[in-house]
């Protein structure tokens, strides 16, 4: 008996293992038509019954398929008893190791041949099209394939697990500016959607450049996706951040300074940074997707943290816009496509959003300012406001006004200021005495009484205003 026998005979005689790895086999891994078969009335039968099938409803099912040949039907028929005759079953857990192993198998080999297909232009009478670019995804499907028997947390049982979890450290993408690793607990995690919103003009690409060059030199690995910018514009910027050299003083430095600096930064970190352009609207998270497989394909990287700058131009892989599709669905759809992006791949995705005609002249920015969608902010996990005015731009500085925050309690540091060097493209840590002037920054003063005698329950705080920032 072989292998194949083997699995068919214990999904009849073995309801443990029939319920560890039914939901992972597919008919498609079995060679014999016979077995094909066999597999495809087990699996209706559980699946409808939500029990074994005996020997004798599987022989009446296969009696009543119609289009089976007489040698067909006699070697279905002749397995099902072939493999039932001796009711003794082998190890279980052994042979849910050896299933898995088949099943991967399988997988692959399947994989391989269907990229082959692909190549020779075999599949262009398939009802599903695929072309060369499909390739990646289909062998990291196949190699992926792994029996996950975990179907849910169980609250008393897994208590300790959870436990455990509660004091595990999280892996994250720390910032270099100190109030906002304070707001996120140390930085970004993987698997978040983190959105920037401002105006025109006020520094979302400036923002994301210059996180982006931070990362580089804390050597990690980073992906900058822009369809606003063309990418030798986003490397200018993030050049200047690096260098720490003016954007108007960049164009004018000699070559051999400019490439000893950038082989001073090659010593200097492990990291790589990729900028990738797409024209306006024109990608969605299946081109990046692609991208992620051919750069881990090509150039064996993988990101640590991605950028897309930014979200409102993207466009949604399920959905079109027009006049049946409004745009508060249709934003929303590219958020959640976002973030499924940053769960598959296991990192954090940051990107940014543009403020309403209202929110634009307003100095003191809220969710209600999201221009196109409020389904934006509900996707995401963290989303901050970043704020400027005349007052602010005299001191070069930018306030940062948190929105939501999954991260920690988005009321403790509610507003701080960070300093902007505009010229340099780059963002640094204020003063911390410049975020005392701040109104409803979230800290209370301890010189005051936490409640007044006019209402109980009503915070003291210093009712301060920074220009025209009110609470």
Not at 79 to 96: C, F, G, H, N, R
Request: glycine share 4%; proline share 3%.
């Amino acid at each position: 008996m072989n292998l194949e026998q083997k699995i068919l005979k214990h999904l009849i005689l073995d309801e443990e293992y029939t319920r560890k790895t039914l939901p992972f086999i597919k008919g498609e891994y079995f060679q014999e038509s016979s077995e094909k078969l066999l597999f495809a009335e087990i699996e209706s039968y559980v699946n409808k019954y939500n029990s074994m099938p005996t020997q004798e409803a599987l022989v009446i099912e296969i009696d009543k398929r119609v289009n089976l040949t007489d040698d067909q039907h006699k070697k279905t028929v002749a397995l099902v008893k072939q493999i039932t005759i001796d009711p003794e079953v082998s190890d279980t857990k052994w042979l849910i190791d050896a299933t898995e192993n088949f099943c991967q198998e399988k997988a692959i080999y399947n994989g391989i041949m269907q990229s082959i297909q692909i190549l020779d232009d075999k599949n262009k009478n398939s009802t599903e099209k695929l072309d060369k670019g499909s390739i990646p995804k289909i062998l990291a499907d196949a190699l992926s394939v792994s029996f996950d028997n975990h179907i849910g947390h169980d609250f008393i049982d897994d208590a300790e697990t959870r436990y455990d979890f509660y004091h595990k450290v999280e892996k994250r993408i720390p910032f270099d500016l100190d109030y906002l690793n304070r707001i996120t607990k140390g930085g970004l995690a993987e698997k978040s959607l983190n959105i920037v919103l401002a105006g025109t003009g006020v520094g979302k690409s400036l923002f994301m450049c210059h996180c982006a060059a931070a990362n580089l030199t804390m050597g990690k690995n980073v992906l900058y996706i822009t369809m606003e910018m063309a990418e030798e514009r986003i490397a200018e910027r993030i050049d200047a951040n690096l260098m720490n050299v003016e954007l108007d003083r960049l164009i004018g430095m000699p070559k051999d300074v400019y490439l000893k600096k950038v082989e001073t930064l090659r010593e200097k970190t492990k990291g790589k940074l990729i900028i990738k352009e797409y024209p306006t609207a024109s990608a969605n998270v299946n081109h990046f997707s692609h991208l992620l497989n051919e750069l881990k394909l090509k150039r064996q990287f993988i990101p640590d943290i991605i950028y897309i700058d930014y979200l409102n131009i993207c466009s949604s892989a399920r959905m079109k816009m027009g006049s049946s599709i409004n745009s508060y669905t249709y934003i929303k759809a590219i958020a959640e496509e976002l973030r499924w992006l940053a769960v598959e791949h296991k990192v954090p995705v940051v990107s940014a959003t543009q403020t309403t005609r209202s929110g634009y002249t307003n100095s003191d920015v809220g969710l209600e300012d999201t221009s196109e969608s409020f389904g934006l902010p509900a996707t995401a996990d963290l989303m901050f406001a970043l704020i400027s005015t005349e007052e602010l731009a005299d001191l070069n500085q930018i306030m940062v006004k948190q929105l939501k925050n999954r991260y920690s309690d988005p009321t403790t540091n509610k507003r701080f200021v960070i300093g902007v060097d505009r010229a340099k493209m780059k963002l640094y840590d204020a003063e911390e005495s410049a975020q005392t002037n701040i109104s409803d920054s979230g800290q209370i003063e301890e010189d005051k009484p936490m409640f007044d005698k006019s209402g109980f329950g009503k915070r003291m705080q210093k009712n301060r205003d920074f220009g025209n920032l009110k609470v």
